[in-house]
C-alpha cells in the first residue's frame, strides 16, 4: 500500500515537462519563446544569456512596469537580477503550481526593460493574451 501510494506521489514529477527559455537571446531584450502552456508541476528553466536581467511576475494591466521585487499573487516569482556579463548563463527555475495565467518582465532599468517588449506569459488565455499584455507593458 505504502509503495502504491509513493508511486502516485510521484506520477505529476514523472509527467513533468522543463520549458526552456533563454533570456536576452543576441543581446536583445527579449524572452524566447515569449509564450508557454504549461501544466502543473512543469519546470520553466530561464536562461540568461547576455546583460543583467531579471524574471519577474507582474500585473497583466495597470501597473504592469516595472515588475516589483518578489513579484505579483498568488504563485508569482522573482529571480532577482541574474547577470551573464562573465559569461556564466545564470539559471532561474519556476515550478508550475496552477495553470492560471502569469505574466512576467524584466524589471531592470526602473522597467525600461519591460516597456521595451522585454516580457513573457506562462498560460495566457482568451481573455489574458500575450498582445494585450505586450501593449499593456508598453503603455504602463
Known amino acids: 500500500m505504502f509503495s502504491k ?11 513533468a515537462a522543463d520549458h526552456a527559455v533563454t533570456v536576452g537571446a543576441n543581446n536583445g531584450l527579449t524572452f524566447t519563446p515569449n509564450t508557454i502552456t504549461a501544466a502543473v508541476g512543469d ?24 515588475p516589483p521585487r518578489g513579484g505579483v499573487g498568488p504563485n508569482g516569482f522573482d529571480s532577482g537580477f541574474l547577470s551573464d556579463l562573465d559569461g556564466s548563463m545564470p539559471k532561474f527555475v519556476y515550478t508550475v503550481r496552477d495553470t492560471n495565467p502569469h505574466f512576467g518582465a524584466c524589471m531592470q532599468a526602473a522597467g525600461a526593460h519591460c516597456r521595451a517588449g522585454m516580457t513573457f506569459a506562462i ?17 504602463s
Open 5 to 15: 501510494l509513493v508511486f502516485l506521489a510521484l506520477i505529476p514529477a514523472i509527467f
Open 43 to 66: 519546470t520553466v528553466t530561464f536562461t540568461v544569456v547576455s546583460r543583467n536581467h531579471s524574471v519577474t511576475s507582474t500585473n497583466f494591466s495597470g501597473a504592469v512596469c516595472p
Open 123 to 139: 498560460n495566457p488565455s482568451a481573455t489574458q493574451t500575450y498582445a494585450q499584455f505586450n501593449r499593456n507593458a508598453a503603455a
